[in-house]
Antibody
Framework: EVRLLQSGAEVKKPGESLNISCQTSGYTFNTWWIGWVRQMPGKGLEWMGVIFPGDSQTRYNPSFRGQVTISVDTSISTAYLQWTSLKASDTAMYYC???????????WGQGTLVTVSS | DIQMTQSPSTLAASVGDRVTITCRASQSIRSWLAWYQQKPGKAPKTLIYKASILENGVPSRFSASGSGTQFTLTISSLQPDDFATYYCQHYNGDPWTFGQGTKVEIK
């Protein structure tokens, strides 16, 4: 069974760094893309980008390029979303999701709530 | 970027009603469209992919059609479990974009 298990909720201050994770199981991690989706409070879904763990090829939504970094650790089948300097506007729920063979998202993590507040 | 526009934004319906949600793309996306259902506080759930193919385990009261720029999601007989927000999303080239969502509420 495919599972995507995300790290727990985070409360951070502006300017701090953060790494949230998405631990996968039930499939061959290296051979499937994995991505991240943002949902700001009360708002819709936004595709942030995807990474192919086999070669770390990464595709970003231009709106998020330079704002976050998507990475993987293939030894533990885990994907990461990283910020070096958080802003209040980064407050959102973040979902990891796995694109299927035809590239639609077929499996989703449970979400990680990130709150950035001074 | 390809813009996805859903209508209506909110829909009030009763159990047993037939419900149709429309999604329009700003340019052709062929059949590279998915539909997701999201309930409050929960992750999205995939319903439909490639415009009309039901994901495994999705009830047959859900159906979808369309290609190019016009797509529809239909629930043939609305059930209590179906009150949720529905999103379309294209995956015809980067960046993938979602519609703004359609909230299906109890009438």
């Amino acid at each position: 069974e495919v599972r995507l298990l995300q790290s727990g909720a985070e409360v951070k201050k502006p300017g701090e760094s953060l790494n949230i994770s998405c631990q996968t199981s039930g499939y061959t991690f290296n051979t499937w893309w994995i991505g991240w989706v943002r949902q700001m409070p009360g708002k819709g879904l936004e595709w942030m980008g995807v990474i192919f763990p086999g070669d770390s090829q990464t595709r970003y939504n231009p709106s998020f390029r330079g704002q976050v970094t998507i990475s993987v650790d293939t030894s533990i089948s885990t994907a990461y979303l990283q910020w070096t300097s958080l802003k209040a506007s980064d407050t959102a729920m973040y979902y990891c999701a796995r694109p299927s063979a035809d590239q639609h998202f077929d499996y989703w993590g449970q979400g990680t709530l990130v709150t950035v507040s001074s | 970027d390809i813009q996805m526009t859903q209508s209506p934004s909110t829909l009030a319906a009763s159990v047993g009603d037939r419900v149709t949600i429309t999604c329009r793309a700003s340019q052709s996306i062929r059949s590279w469209l998915a539909w997701y259902q999201q309930k409050p506080g929960k992750a999205p759930k995939t319903l439909i992919y490639k415009a009309s193919i039901l994901e495994n385990g999705v009830p047959s009261r859900f159906s979808a059609s369309g290609s190019g720029t016009q797509f529809t999601l239909t629930i043939s007989s609305l059930q209590p479990d179906d009150f949720a927000t529905y999103y379309c999303q294209h995956y015809n080239g980067d960046p993938w974009t979602f519609g703004q969502g359609t909230k299906v509420e109890i009438k």
